[in-house]
């Protein structure tokens, strides 16, 4: 995974000599710790990564169960989210995980006494607010009026300032409330979309992180909210085209390489300890979760670094069913007056041959994070067989349930103000991760754009410029 120091294979700078013999070091192997790397290596800085699992990915990676390639859970962007765009684009990726041509998410009730209800959000080629006007109007899970008490919020919620810090301080549930919504326009519209990108109910939600969430994804751009996802398992991706990507960008890449400890040198730059070795470097990345993070802080690198610690986590749960024949149509559909949020067909990325896979993601699943997969699957199941009506008698070849217990940081109101920058009081020592201060929540996206600010914030202490990195900062404004 060496490369020969001097010059830079493949990049936008390709082919042009590194006489700096600057040398950074990033600490962690995700999305942020990728970015990070590309980018420098980009500017043409010498970088060495280091990731503590056999894996890069982060939280967004594959496993191999019997003959199944699996997602340890079902993770989706939108057109807006133009920083990881770049990142697939950046690892070739990006035919691998295409957008939809045009937002359509199907909305099934099954509540209903006549039975199981279809809704659907979707936009027309219409200009912001018109592209979403006949879809809500044609809503059937809210009543004429709740739909234009929802247009009436949403309009109220394209004024908002996201740069007011009293937004921070706000929770999203009760400024629904007081812009005359419902409990079952929130249980149909702002939580159906605010769950699935906050990991947080509206109650539980920063004002802030939900607005931005909606503006740029509702309001923005007529675009700006067609989802992708990989077509491929998330391991072809974030692992072994990031590494053909870093190999090629000239990234010294160590996995099973857990840091210990970060220090300065004796000539004022940076020791990086390993198992059996000091590594030493001018800049480094810690692109690793807050209490991770806390850890391996120099003292006086931040005024509060226990501020790390009071930002709280949040679990997802992803469920996963095996059936001996296929019960799903739709690509994925969600679901209301059930406990089932978003169900994706992953037949084809997991390699199976015969039957079908679905997975089952399941946000902010503070209540059943820990639960028994014999309990998980007696309540499960039946509501699969609500949803699908193909699922009732068909065989159930396999049942399993991943967990990520801290797969986000918690949106919860007031976090903004604990989240850190890139840039340390420490010269050199920069921060990337989903969690820093990128204005967005814990998304792919936020991870990319923390990673490039990293880049970025290394390159000033090493008074380079930050030309060479992407600029996608105002594109999803």
């Known amino acids: 995974m060496t490369h020969t120091e001097g010059t830079r294979p493949e990049g936008p700078l390709a082919g042009v000599p590194d006489r700096s013999g600057r040398h950074a070091v990033v600490v962690g192997g995700g999305l942020a710790g990728i970015t990070a790397a590309l980018a420098l290596a980009d ?12 894996r890069l990915g982060g939280l967004a990676f594959s496993f191999q169960r019997g003959g199944l390639t699996v997602d340890n859970g079902q993770h989706v962007y939108l057109r807006c989210c133009t920083a990881y765009r770049w990142f697939l684009d950046r690892i070739r990726g990006t035919a691998l995980a295409p957008l939809q041509d045009r937002l359509d998410v199907p909305v099934v009730d099954v509540t209903k006494p006549e039975g199981r209800r279809l809704g659907r959000l979707r936009r027309d080629a219409l200009p912001v607010p018109l592209h979403l006007g006949r879809s809500l109007a044609t809503y059937p899970h809210l009543s004429l009026a709740e739909r234009a008490k929802v247009g009436r919020a949403a309009l109220a919620l394209k004024g908002l300032d996201l740069a007011d810090p009293t937004l921070d301080t706000q929770d999203f549930g009760s400024w629904l409330t007081a812009h005359g919504q419902s409990a079952r326009a929130v249980e149909a519209l702002w939580d159906l979309v605010g769950v699935a990108t906050l990991n947080a109910a509206a109650g539980d939600a920063s004002l802030s992180l939900a607005a931005m969430v909606f503006k740029t994804g509702l309001l923005s751009d007529p675009g700006a909210a067609d989802i992708g996802w990989a077509r491929v398992p998330l391991g072809e991706l974030h692992d072994r085209l990031a590494r053909k990507a870093l190999d090629s960008a000239g990234v010294r890449t160590e996995v099973r390489t857990r840091v210990t400890s970060v220090s300065v040198n004796e000539n004022g730059g940076w020791s990086v300890q390993v198992p059996g ?24 690198a931040l005024d509060a670094p226990r501020n790390l610690l009071e930002i709280g986590t949040a679990p997802i749960l992803n469920v996963h069913v095996v059936y001996d024949r296929k019960v799903l149509d739709a690509p994925f559909l969600t679901a209301l ?44 199941l039946p509501e699969l067989e609500r949803l699908l009506p193909r699922a009732r008698g068909a065989g159930v070849k396999d049942f399993f349930v991943t967990r990520e217990r801290t797969a986000t940081f918690a949106p919860a109101p007031g976090v903004g103000r604990l989240r850190p920058g890139a840039r340390t009081k420490a010269p050199g020592l920069c921060l990337a991760g989903a969690w820093t201060a990128t204005g967005w929540p814990a998304t792919m996206e936020s991870a990319v754009r923390s990673g490039v600010e990293a880049a970025g914030a290394v390159l000033g202490a090493l008074g380079r410029s930050r030309d060479p990195l992407p600029d996608f900062f105002e594109e999803a404004a």
Do not use: C, M
């Not at 500017?43 to 056999?54: F, M, N």
């Not at 807050?290 to 003292?299: I, V």
């Not at 896979?357 to 007696?378: F, K, T, W």
């Open 43 to 54: 500017a043409g800085v010498r970088v060495t990564l280091l990731e503590g699992r056999p």
């Open 277 to 300: 070795e000091t590594l030493r470097a001018d800049a480094v990345v810690l692109a690793v979760p807050q209490r991770e993070t806390y850890d391996l802080l120099p003292e006086g």
């Open 337 to 380: 007056g059930t406990p089932l949020q978003w169900v994706f067909d992953r037949t084809e990325a997991s390699g199976l041959k015969g039957g079908q896979y679905l997975a089952v993601s399941q946000s902010n699943a503070h209540g059943e994070i820990d639960e028994p997969v014999a309990a998980l699957r007696e309540r499960y």
